[in-house]
């Protein structure tokens, strides 16, 4: 049961450069999201989609871009790293329906920017 | 301010407590809430999820929604060490609308 899977779980950038953060599940979800976790802030959700082909901005967009191709994966791209994209990033997946379905997390990629 | 608060802690109590922890909240639209327990270096994970008011119990764990004063509670009975992580409040609107926001979370440690 492999859940939420991403990779690579520790990276460090130099101001500038570009990268892709990698998310995929295996759980036939269609809410995939992308957040990022920074001391005293909590959670913040940075791109969302509800379905491949489907993308649409959160709370702290700016610096990010997202795909989603398949429904298994949802990639993030920093396009030219800043100090301030040192964070904590993390990848959840839910079902959807009228209910409110729970998020299951990856364990993170700990991301530093120099 | 933000929409949902929560007391950052530190939180330590001796093994056995009965741990309280709270959020508040201020968009009357919300109507799923949620506790997500996050350990060190790992992802949240669900732990309680409730929808409007009340109260659910689930083990050593209860959580309580109060919508009238925006306020929800999670208490953890006869704490163990095993129960030392971060406790994250979330709540949504629900009725198929999936965006989630999270408290900052509490650290609470359980000292043996």
């Known amino acids: 049961n492999a859940g939420v899977t991403q990779t690579p779980k520790f990276q460090v950038l130099k101001t500038g450069q570009s990268m892709t953060l990698q998310c995929a599940q295996d759980?036939?979800?269609?809410?995939m999201s992308w957040y990022r976790q920074d001391p005293g802030m909590g959670l913040r959700l940075i791109h969302y989609?509800?379905?491949?082909?489907?993308?649409d901005q959160g709370e702290v967009p700016n610096g990010y871009n997202v795909s989603r191709s398949t429904t298994e994966d949802f990639p993030l791209r920093l396009l030219s790293a800043a100090p301030s994209q040192t964070s904590v990033y993390f990848c959840?997946?839910?079902?959807?329906?009228?209910?409110?379905?729970?998020?299951?997390f990856g364990d993170g990629t700990r991301l530093s920017i120099l | 301010q933000k929409e949902v608060e929560q007391d950052p802690g530190p939180l330590s109590v001796p093994e056995g407590a009965i741990v309280s922890l709270n959020c508040t909240y201020s968009?009357?639209?919300?109507?799923?809430f949620m506790w997500y327990r996050q350990y060190s270096r790992k992802g949240p994970e669900l732990l309680m999820y409730?929808?409007?008011?009340g109260n659910k119990e689930d083990g050593r764990f209860t959580a309580q929604v109060d919508k009238s004063s925006k306020y929800i509670s999670l208490f953890i009975r006869d704490s163990q060490p095993s129960d030392s992580a971060t406790y994250l409040c979330?709540?949504?609107?629900?009725?198929?609308?999936?965006?989630?926001?999270f408290g900052t979370g509490t650290k609470l440690q359980v000292i043996p």
């Open positions: 959840a997946s839910s079902s959807m329906g009228t209910g409110n379905q729970p998020q299951h």
């Open positions: 759980m036939n979800h269609e809410y």
């Open positions: 989609s509800v379905g491949a082909g489907i993308t």
């Open positions: 968009n009357s639209a919300f109507q799923y």
């Open positions: 409730t929808y409007s008011s």
């Open positions: 979330a709540m949504s609107r629900g009725g198929g609308y999936q965006k989630v926001t």
